[in-house]
């Protein structure tokens, strides 16, 4: 009955900032592991970002520098911050969680829930 609901895609021109939520249900956040993958047409999903129960985070080396992960605990509530964006971020963006509180890694068949995605349009 877990349910995970990802909102703030959309186009932006390369350099363009979006920040993507994602509404989490029947899951507390707080003792969670939540991270966010993205899937490009054609290509198979890759991890972008991790934040687990002791806050400690993990971000592709494609992505480091320029996205944030970050949790409202008080809200189940996810994020990702993404500034400097280029077309190769075009993807569709997923939230994902574990049952358990620490991610280890972005390997994506260790994560139990997951949105429906969100649309992110990078226009050179």
């Known amino acids: 009955q877990v349910q995970l609901v990802e909102s703030g895609g959309g186009s932006v021109q390369a350099g363009g900032s979006l920040r993507l939520t994602c509404a989490t249900f029947?899951?507390?956040?707080?003792?969670?592991?939540v991270a966010w993958f993205r899937q490009a047409p054609g290509k198979e999903r890759e991890g972008v970002a991790t934040?687990?129960?002791?806050?400690?985070?993990t971000y592709a080396d494609s992505v480091r520098g320029r996205f944030t992960i970050s949790r409202d605990n008080a809200r189940n509530t996810l994020y990702l911050q993404m500034i400097n964006l280029k077309p190769e971020d075009t993807a569709v963006y997923y939230c994902?969680?574990?049952?358990?509180?620490?991610?280890?890694?972005?390997?994506?068949?260790?994560?139990?829930?997951w949105g429906q995605g969100t649309q992110v349009t990078v226009s050179s």
């Open positions: 994902a969680a574990r049952i358990g509180g620490y991610c280890y890694n972005l390997d994506l068949r260790n994560f139990a829930y």
């Open positions: 934040s687990d129960i002791d806050g400690g985070t």
């Open positions: 029947r899951y507390t956040v707080s003792v969670g592991c």
